[in-house]
């Protein structure tokens, strides 16, 4: 496999000045030999006006040529699936039928977001019709619909090299709701991201877009990343990532001369409660059901369950032995890079420190850059005296916390911060459910799960993956499913411009034969 | 007219310590007799508790209770309309006239909301059918919706003191979207405020809501706001008035340990494009249509407009004659608090002294609380060299810009800040308009205007009154219209949640014969 090693900006490929990087191979910890050279600032600033002039004519292309657009991309990710799943395992140690599951996975939702713009209703298009002879004053036309708010930078994920990255579901619903991309490559994938900025330029030029409608950017966060979001082109950010990450880049956007909005997934511990009934019919499933979860992509999920509760009693001390044993065999594996897993061992470490903390399975790494399970177990009341022990711990790793009442359950729930997921394990003698467990739990997540287990993200038009701070920058939207597509959109309404003046979608005649709602009734006539 | 004077907290009158403070006659500039109390820190965090516990049970209501509250405040508000329309001119200076359409606007906003939330549909309800047997892993059941946010803080604007103040917009949207409200009363109108939260009380007690559904507390955005925005209740602002007092709330907000979203309107001078064919064929009504613009409501809307661009020329000349004649026939009124008086004073003062400004009017204030009409004029290459002579006058006061080519105002529209509107007048020998004079309006406002005025915002589905920042401090959204209540609701989804744990928007069957997204296809079975 041969790599450009530079940003890929406009049509263009970027310098090679300045001191080049490498991924690292992290089952070996040696560096990998292509060399990868950042952006400089000046590179990052043309990406950005490209991106911006390619606006001009990217956010005028009708849904369905950015439906063949988004079509194309897919195409193009598919023609080099060898070459992904050859890198992936090589720059993040995932396998390689991980690496063909989410390449997959990455190339389906590029067609959901194209047969959603394609079907074109998405754009919630209003009219009202004008009353020239109301009084007192006469009533104008009216017509309203969803825009693009211009050029997006997006950040790829370390734990997902490629559906939350470089062609992920923040470009794919970017491009679908007719934005400009300018994607930063995770520095621990640089070939991968590679490969897949070469496609969606490749399908960027076989569809005749415009130059800048997608740039690849090489480097850090740190390099790229500030003066990408800090430039006046860029209208919004997407990124998924570290707390620390996201909150850096939030306090540069807002504060911009123009301040942009941050859609930014970060940190998330996705409580699990098992109830007393589920626990005593099936606690044998619920500890395999668990302890695949935890273990799942070596822990490395946003929705991975890192707080389980449980009711004290025998129920739960006879689960707690199950899963415990289960997790004992589990091996752990290696982590994405060695980041990861220096943090994994400074968390893990200082839980095993904690007083009110006990250890019930810490098992030896199987390698510098590897990650082991970790189970811990405290109390309700020495999580709600020291909200610390709630921190998000990235790796396959969970801490158990046994409550003595359910208002003490309610209690631990209100101390949470927000959350990607919350979920609830019952049996029908666990019913009716709590209201005031239901309601805590719902009010800090954004996804409420009943007998599952919250790691799996379907994608589809009633996904809300997403929920309250710090769990996301912004608790109003989801990163995965259709909905994805209106946090790159905003409200706009044209007052008595009519004819072919008008988008297809708010025309009279409804040229399209979207869904429209016209004074105040649907119809798509 | 008899006032209580303290803050109105759940179904309790607030405490009558610390200094009162009195609404001012802007006619007289004396104070009114009436005292009214600030409210204290214990005070509003008495509203924000009270408001997260009613969260709790509001959050649960029905659209048809929620339908069936707003209209009752529709009909306590109508009950009370003879003392709301006695005390408006008493602390707006506002003439009655205005305060009757005004009440009659806001009455109509609630019950659009009513209408909104009792048909139903608005929730987005979207439903993905569970796929058990599918390879190679089972597909869950999905179902999500728009649920409210938590409790909002809204700031009444001292320009509607009816229709964006206690009973307004975002009161309306909000407890649409249900979520509870503390209200801030305007310092300005204390009194119509009390009125108004009176008549939202009652109707909130005669629908048996749960205390603390709606708060409304006295004082400043200083004393009362801070602490408010800032408690951990608070989950979103909505806010209409200066740049300096969003900007100071928004960062309150971001400040906070959760942050939470704020929408600002704040300023706008809604560029106006005068075309050479329009001037040309109907430059006398031009410029009684301008000067009614700029003068309507003593030119204190957030739609005025500000910045009127013309192309050298006779028929620029012709019309700015006229247009002068014609303001300085107007005689200007008395602003709404002796605040914006001094402010207008110092705004115009500014510009004529700027020595790229021609002063083509300028006329003496009627009172001291007065404000009177300022025409000025000035070049498009000034414009770009000196931002702030775009800066927002609030007042009966315009900027006439001339320039001399297409490319210039391109050029003075992309220097533009974010508006609220954008409008261009034309005449047939004008087409087809130039699509970069087009494109440079439309990605700087929410509403596009043809051959219109900004003034007057229609309510009505399709309206955005929104627009980039600084317009709004969210440029997404719209805070007119049946639009705005989507500022105070995020996605959420359920995974597995069957039955009638389910809200009636998600259950199977459809109960309440909603239109909602099933499997991606619209459906209303």
């Known amino acids: 496999m041969s790599f450009v090693g530079s940003s890929l900006i406009g049509y263009s490929t970027g310098s090679k000045t300045g001191t080049p990087f490498h991924g690292i191979n992290p089952v070996t910890g040696l560096e990998l030999p292509e060399p990868f050279y950042p952006a400089d600032v000046t590179e990052v600033e043309r990406a950005a006006t490209l991106a911006k002039r390619a606006f001009r004519v990217y956010s005028r292309t009708s849904g369905a040529e950015r439906a063949g657009f988004l079509r194309?991309?897919?195409?193009?990710?598919?023609?080099?699936?060898?070459?992904?799943?050859?890198?992936?395992?090589?720059?993040?140690?995932?396998?390689?039928?991980?690496?063909?599951?989410?390449?997959?996975?990455?190339?389906?939702?590029?067609?959901?977001?194209?047969?959603?713009?394609?079907?074109?209703?998405?754009?919630?298009?209003?009219?009202?019709?004008?009353q020239p002879d109301r009084a007192p004053v006469s009533k104008p036309d009216i017509r309203s619909m969803q825009i693009p708010l211009g050029p997006v930078a997006v950040f790829g994920a370390s734990n997902f090299p490629l559906a939350f990255s470089v062609a992920g579901g923040d470009t794919a619903s970017a491009l679908a709701a007719g934005c400009p991309v300018v994607s930063v490559a995770h520095f621990a994938h640089p070939g991968v991201s590679e490969i897949a900025g070469q496609a969606i330029l490749r399908a960027a030029k076989s569809c005749n877009m415009p130059k800048g409608v997608f740039s690849l950017l090489q480097g850090t966060g740190q390099q790229v990343g500030v003066p990408l979001v800090s430039n006046p082109a860029i209208k919004a950010v997407g990124f998924t990532g570290s707390r620390f990450g996201g909150m850096a880049l939030s306090k540069v956007a807002a504060a911009r001369k123009e301040p942009i909005p941050v859609y930014a997934e970060m940190s998330?511990?996705?409580?699990?409660?098992?109830?007393?009934?589920?626990?005593?019919?099936?606690?044998?499933?619920?500890?395999?059901?668990?302890?695949?979860?935890?273990?799942?992509?070596?822990?490395?999920?946003?929705?991975?369950?890192?707080?389980?509760?449980?009711?004290?009693?025998?129920?739960?001390?006879?689960?707690?032995?199950?899963?415990?044993?289960?997790?004992?065999e589990s091996k752990g594996g290696t982590a994405l890079h060695p980041g990861i897993a220096h943090a994994y061992r400074s968390s893990t470490d200082a839980k095993q420190k904690h007083d009110k903390v006990a250890t019930l399975v810490a098992l030896d790494s199987p390698?510098?850059?590897?990650?082991?399970?970790?189970?811990?177990?405290?109390t309700a009341s020495a999580l709600i005296n020291d909200?610390?022990?709630?921190?998000?711990?990235?790796?396959?790793?969970?801490?158990?916390?046994?409550?003595?009442?359910?208002?003490?359950?309610?209690?631990?729930?209100?101390?949470?911060?927000?959350?990607?997921?919350?979920?609830?394990?019952?049996?029908?003698?666990?019913?009716?459910?709590?209201?005031?467990?239901?309601?805590?739990?719902?009010?800090?997540?954004?996804r409420l799960i009943l007998n599952g287990f919250p790691t799996g993200v379907e994608v589809c038009h009633s996904m809300v993956h997403g929920g309250p701070f710090p769990a996301t920058s912004d608790g109003r939207s989801t990163s995965v499913g259709t909905g994805a597509i209106y946090r790159f959109t905003r409200s706009f309404c044209y007052q008595d411009m009519l004819g072919e003046a008008l988008p297809a979608e708010l025309q009279d005649g409804n040229p399209l034969g979207i869904?429209?709602?016209?004074?105040?009734?649907?119809?798509?006539l």
Chains 1, 2 share one sequence.
């Open 268 to 328: 998330s511990v996705n409580p699990v409660i098992l109830l007393e009934g589920a626990l005593g019919s099936r606690g044998e499933s619920l500890a395999n059901g668990l302890a695949g979860s935890v273990s799942l992509g070596v822990g490395q999920f946003c929705t991975n369950p890192g707080l389980v509760m449980l009711p004290e009693g025998s129920p739960s001390e006879a689960f707690i032995s199950t899963f415990s044993s289960k997790m004992d």
């Open 72 to 130: 194309a991309i897919a195409q193009e990710l598919e023609s080099v699936r060898s070459e992904i799943v050859a890198r992936v395992p090589l720059e993040t140690a995932l396998p390689e039928g991980r690496a063909n599951g989410e390449l997959g996975r990455t190339i389906g939702q590029l067609k959901m977001f194209a047969d959603l713009v394609e079907a074109g209703h998405w754009v919630d298009a209003r009219l009202d019709t004008a």
């Open 367 to 378: 390698s510098p850059t590897g990650v082991a399970p970790f189970i811990f177990r405290t």
């Open 515 to 524: 869904w429209r709602t016209v004074d105040g009734q649907l119809s798509n």
């Open 387 to 446: 909200p610390s022990l709630t921190g998000e711990v990235f790796g396959p790793s969970t801490m158990l916390v046994t409550y003595a009442s359910t208002e003490e359950l309610v209690e631990v729930l209100e101390s949470l911060e927000g959350q990607l997921t919350g979920t609830i394990q019952y049996d029908a003698s666990d019913l009716p459910l709590n209201e005031d467990v239901l309601l805590a739990l719902q009010s800090r997540v954004g």
